[in-house]
């Protein structure tokens, strides 16, 4: 983990333990993109987080052993449809992508500073059109549609509704930011749920565990804020489907009820003192391995990213607990929404 990580993580556990006696924060291991994982992450995960003294609730979930849960809750998406104007099923919610990454570079620019990249729908009216002349309305299988084409799997997208359409407008509770309200159809886009590859989206697996584990607050970087728009509307479909034909799936969970919308806060990002970008793993020097093997004290760590945070008035030492009343969502807002550039003299000083 580095700075950009810890402070994600304070926050997230500041409003997790601020919440009342029956709050919980939990741990989640998001390790599904197996070729990128990196052996003893999760490891190292768990000691920087108690080194820092967030402690969580309950033991870690990972991802990568709830890749059958994944597959049900998409298979069960395919089955659901779009309504159309008059009420009645006019599209599939899920389709397949047969576009290649030189395609979409080709045929979309990044949105805005967060490199979001939209998809302009090649493959969705390739799937309209066949639906169309093939009659398929009354096909509920996922599988009978998503078929290799030219030796390429396909991946499978989610189908936003139209922008004319009143359900492209999503808002959601924000307690940071100003950006609460998207239209998926101009602003997100048809996003991936599981990759040509076969490996399952973020997107995909987040929204599953969230609701699963009947997560209400979710705090991160106000990178995600689209990545949320999308979310929202993702969340509703699987409420849906788990809360119907995979009930069962979603009862062995013991945890509290899902709300159909959590509440988000998105924080500002750190930035690094060289690039003046936001924090990245070449960021070598703001790890917290790095400053753990530099003799830096785990408060002056918590103190710096609370005075980041706004919390704190001077970078002073202190513990997650002892940060605890000064926390309020209120004051991070007031201290300004402007990512905050990093200068790690102040920790090693």
């Known amino acids: 983990m580095h700075l950009g990580n810890a402070f994600a993580g304070l926050g997230a556990w500041l409003g997790a333990r601020s919440g009342g006696p029956n709050s919980r924060f939990l741990l989640r291991i998001e390790d599904i993109d197996r070729p990128r994982t990196v052996p003893d992450a999760d490891r190292w995960i768990v000691e920087d987080l108690a080194w820092l003294g967030l402690d969580w609730d309950g033991e870690p979930v990972y991802q990568s052993e709830r890749l059958g849960v994944y597959e049900q809750v998409l298979e069960a998406l395919g089955c659901e449809q779009l309504e159309g104007r008059d009420g009645q099923p006019s599209e599939w919610l899920t389709y397949p992508c047969y576009c290649t990454r030189a395609q979409l570079r080709a045929a979309s620019a990044p949105q805005g500073s967060d490199g979001f990249v939209i998809y302009p729908g090649t493959c969705r009216r390739r799937a309209a059109v066949l639906r169309s002349s093939q009659k398929s309305a009354s096909v509920k299988s996922e599988s009978s549609r998503f078929i290799p084409r030219e030796g390429r799997n396909p991946a499978v997208r989610l189908a936003m509704p139209r922008e004319d359409d009143p359900r492209a407008r999503v808002d959601f509770c924000e307690l940071l930011s100003s950006e609460s309200s998207w239209n998926l159809a101009e602003d997100v886009g048809d996003i991936v749920l599981r990759r040509s590859d076969g490996l399952f989206a973020y997107q995909l697996a987040v929204v599953v565990d969230d609701y699963v584990e009947g997560v209400n607050q979710v705090v991160r970087g106000r990178d995600l804020l689209r990545s949320t728009a999308a979310q929202v509307w993702l969340r509703q479909w699987v409420a849906r489907v788990m809360d119907g034909e995979l009930s069962e799936v979603a009862s062995q969970a013991e945890n509290s009820p899902s709300p159909l919308t959590p509440e988000y806060a998105h924080l500002p990002l750190l930035l690094s003192d060289t690039t003046h970008e936001r924090l990245a793993k070449r960021d070598h020097s703001l790890e917290l391995a ?60």
């Not at 004290?297 to 005075?307: D, I, K, S, T």
């Not at 513990?319 to 790690?344: C, H, M, V, Y």
């Open 290 to 349: 790095t400053l753990r093997a530099q003799g830096v004290a785990p408060e002056r760590v918590v103190g710096y990213l609370a005075y980041l945070m706004g919390l704190l008035s001077a970078p002073d030492p202190c513990t997650p607990r002892e940060l605890l009343a000064a926390f309020s969502w209120e004051k991070i807002r007031a201290s300004g929404l402007a990512d905050r550039q990093t200068n790690p003299s102040i920790l090693t000083q």
